[in-house]
C-alpha cells in the first residue's frame, strides 16, 4: 500500500493526485480545477517573492508614494480581478452544463436513498415506475428498507440493492432522498457529490464513462458511523448491465 | 435614568473597604482587566481545543492505540472530538480573544478614551461567555457525552435526540451555551459600536482611527447581525427539539425507528438551518480574522517605519469585505440542495469578496517593500499573517466556484483553506498582538529570543500540517471520518489508502505545531515576571495606547482629573532625515506641517 501511494506521488505530480476520472463532465471538471490550481500556486509564489524579496534586500527603498497608488494597487487589482472573472465565467458555463437543466428522458431512472450508515439503491423495474413509499412502512428486518408499499402495483418490480450498478456510455438520473439525517452522496471518481436532505428529492444527471468499480461516500456528517457508510458503485459495459439487471429483475418477479 | 457607568461608581462607593484583589479582579467593570480576563478564558479554551485537535490526529494516524484514563477513541468519540474542536476554537478563541480580548484591552485606549461606553454590560458579556463556557465543557459530563454533529450542527441530526450519541442533553447543553454566547457577543458588540462612535477623543476623525479599530467596528457590525440570526436559529431548534415544532424537521423523519410525526406539526426544512446557520457561520469567519487585518496593517507599517500604503483604501476594504460577508453564506450551500441558479449567484458574490481582501494583501506588500524593518518578533508574526493568509486565501476563489466544489466540498481541501487562512492566520495575528501589547499589561518585553523560535517552528508546523491537507482533498479524503482505512466498502479502502502516508506527515507537523507552543506559554510565564523593562514607547509606535497620557492611569476614578488626551493627526507618521529616523504620535501637538512624508 505503502509503497504504490508513493508511486502515486512520483508519477502523477502534474494531476495534483487526482484520483482516475470516470466520468463524462469530469475531464472537463478536472481542465479547470488543474487550471485553478496552478494559477493559485502561481500567484501564492510569486506573492510570497515580494513579501521575502521586499524585507530582506539589503537597501532601504523610497516608500512608495500614495500618488502611486493606480500602479500599486489598482493596476494588479485589475489584472487579478480579470483571472478570476474568467475562471468563473467558465466555471458558471460547466455548472450550467451539468446542473441548470436535468436529465434528457431517455436517461435511466435509479432512486438513491440514505439512512444511518447505508445507502440503499432502488431501480424501477419493467413498469419504468417507483412504487409509492411510505416512512411508516419502513421495516429493514422485513427486507422493506425503503418501506415500499405493497398496496401500489407499481413497487411489485422494483429491484432494490446495496451497490449501485451502471451501465457505461448512458446517462442516469439519480434522485437522492434521505430517510433520517442529511447524508452526502459523493461518488469521488465521478467528480460528483450532492446532499441528500430529508423531505426532499433531488435530482442529479451523469454519465459514466470507463467500466470498474468506484467508491460512494457520505460526505455530509451524519452520525457515529458517517465513516462507514460507503458503498461501491460498479459500472460495467453496457450488455454485463443488461444481464445484470434482467437477472435481478427476475429474482423480484419470482 | 441612572447610566451604567454611574450604578458601577454607586456600587462601589457602597463598599468603602478595599475589596480584595481577587474580588476586585472578579467584579470588575475595568475594560482593561475584563480585556485580560476574555484573553484567560480563550488561553483556557486554545489549550484545551488544541489538545483535541491533536487527540483527533493520533486516532486518524494510529486508530488502535488507547487514550490512558479513556480507552479506544471510538466514532462517537471521534466526533465529539470534532464538535468540540470546532466550538471551542470558533467561538471561545477565534471571537473571544481578538474582538472582546484584545478588544476591551486596547480599543478604547486607541481612540483615546479611557473607558468602554457599558462598563456594566461589559461584565455581563463576560461573565455570560464564561458561562457558556463551562455549560459547554459540562457537555462532555452527562450521559451520552458532548454531541457528535460538528460546530455546524446541522438537523435532523441535531434536532432529534434518537439521532446519536450526545444529540440529547449533551446538545442540549451545546445549545444553551451556543445561546448565552450569542447573547454576550451580541452586547460585547454594542459595547464596542457605542465606544467607537461616542468616546473617540477630539482630534479623533473617522479617517484617523487607526485600522485596528477599523477591524473591531467592522467586526462589531457584523457581530450584531449574525449573532442575533444564530441566536434566533437556535431557539428554533430548541423548540424543535422540546416544544413539539417542525422547523427543521419534515414530516414523516425516521430517524432510528422513531418517526418524527407524533406531537410534532408542521413541516419543516433542514435547508432552512443551513440558510440561518451560515448567514451567521460566514460573518463569522470575518469576524475572526477582521481585527487580525487591520492589526496586521497597523504593525507592518509601525515596524517598516512607513505609512499604511493606501490608508484611506485598507478602510474602505475593511468595510466592503464586511458587507461581501453578509452576502456570501450560500457558497456553504452550493451542493445541500439549494437551487442551481442560486449556486451561481453566491458564486459570484464570493468571488467579488476576493477583491478587496487581495488589495489588503496589495497594501502589506508595497508597505513592506524594500524597507529595512527591524525583525521584531510581533512584526514576523505580522509577516506570517500576511503569508498564511494569502496562501490561505488563494483556495477561497477555487471553492467558490460551484463545479468545483462539487468535488471538493467537505474534503480536507476546504479543511486546508480555512485552517490556513482563518484559524492560522488569526492566531499570528494574536501572537503579533500579545507579543506587541504584552509591555503595555507588564511594562516589560516578552525574550525576543523565545519568541523567533516560536514562530519559526510555529510557521514551518503550521504549513507542514496544512499544505498536505490539500493533496489529501484532492486524492478525495472526506472530513468528519472516524478512520480512513479499513472501511466496509472496498472501493473506499483503494480511494483513501494513498492519503495515509501523507496523513503521517500532517500528524507529526501537527504534534510539533502544538509542542511549539510550549514556547509560548514558557515566554509568557517567564517574561511576566522577569522580562526586560520595557520603555514608555518601546516600538517607537504612533497609536494613543502607547501615549503617556492613557498609560499612567489605568485606573482612573472619574475622567475629569486626568490630562486631557487629543489626537492631531493620522497614525503611522514616519519619516528619515540625515539624523536618522523621526516620528511623530497621534498625540504629539508638535506643528502639523512636518516634512512631507510623501
Redesign the interface.
Known sequence: ??V???F??CVDPYR????ADASAHGPA?DR??LL??WI?LG??IL??I??IA??V?????P?????H?GR??YL??IA??LV??W??VR??R???G???TGASPEAMQVEVTG??FVWTFRYPGGDATFGRT???L?DAAAGNPLGIDPADPHGADDVVTSELVLPAGREVDLRLRA????H?F?I??L?????A????T?HIHLTPTVPG????????????????M????RVLAPTDFAAWRNAREQVVSR | MMTPRSAAELSSRQHPFRKSFLVHALFTTDHRLIGLQYLALAMVAVIIGMVLSLLMRLHLTWPDRVIPLHGPI???DY?AL?TMHGTLMLFFVMTTAPQAGFGNLILPSQIGSRRMAFPMLNALSFWSTALALVVLLASTLVAGGSP???WTA????SA?AA???GQGAGMDLWIASIALFAIAATMSSINTLVTVVRLRCKGMTWSRLPLTVWGWFTAALLSILAFSVLLAAIVLLMCDRHAGTSFF????????GS?HAAGHRG?????LWLHLFWFFGHPEVYIAILPGMGLTSMLLANFAR??V??YR?MIATTLAIGLLGIMVWGHHMF???LN??A??AF??ST?AI??PS??K??????T??????SYTTAYLFS?GF??LF??GG??G??L?????D??L???FFVVAHFHLIMAMAGVFGLFAATYYWFPLVTNRLMSETLGRWHFWLTLLAAYGCFLPMH?TG???E???????AE??????N????????LNMHITISAVILVASQVLFFANLAVSWRRGLIASANPWQATTLEWSPALRAHSHPTSDGDLAPVEAFRRPCHYWSHHNGWHFLPQWDSADTTEPK??
Open positions: 500500500m505503502t504504490c501511494s508513493h502515486a506521488l495534483w493526485h487526482l484520483p471538471l479547470h480545477l485553478n490550481l493559485a500567484l501564492a506573492a510570497h515580494v513579501l521586499g524585507t534586500v539589503r537597501k532601504r527603498g516608500e512608495p508614494p500614495n500618488r497608488t500599486i494597487e494588479p487589482l487579478f480581478s478570476f472573472l475562471l468563473a466555471a458558471e460547466l455548472w450550467a451539468t446542473r441548470y439512512m444511518q411510505s416512512p411508516e419502513v430517510q433520517d439525517v442529511i452526502g459523493a469521488p471518481e467528480r460528483v457529490k450532492q446532499n436532505v430529508p423531505g426532499q433531488i468499480t468506484y467508491a460512494i461516500l457520505c460526505t455530509q456528517l451524519c452520525g457515529l458511523g458517517h465513516y462507514r460507503n458503498s461501491n458503485l | 471510538l466514532p462517537e466526533l470534532v457528535i454533529s460538528g446541522y438537523p435532523p441530526l432529534v439521532a446519536g450519541p424537521v419534515p414530516t414523516g423523519d425516521l430517524v432510528n418517526l413541516n419543516g426544512s433542514p435547508l512607513r505609512r500604503f493606501g483604501l451542493v445541500a440542495g442551481p441558479f449556486g451561481t458564486s459570484i468571488i476576493a477583491i487581495a488589495a494583501v496589495l497594501s502589506w506588500l508595497a513592506t517593500w524594500r524597507s529595512r524593518p509577516l500576511a503569508s494569502l496562501t488563494l483556495s476563489p477555487i467558490a466556484q460551484p463545479i468545483l462539487q468535488y466540498h467537505n474534503t493533496l484532492l486524492m478525495g472526506p472530513r468528519h471520518y472516524a478512520q480512513l472501511l466496509p466498502g472496498s472501493a473506499a483503494r480511494l483513501l489508502a494513498p492519503t495515509l502516508p512624508s510623501e
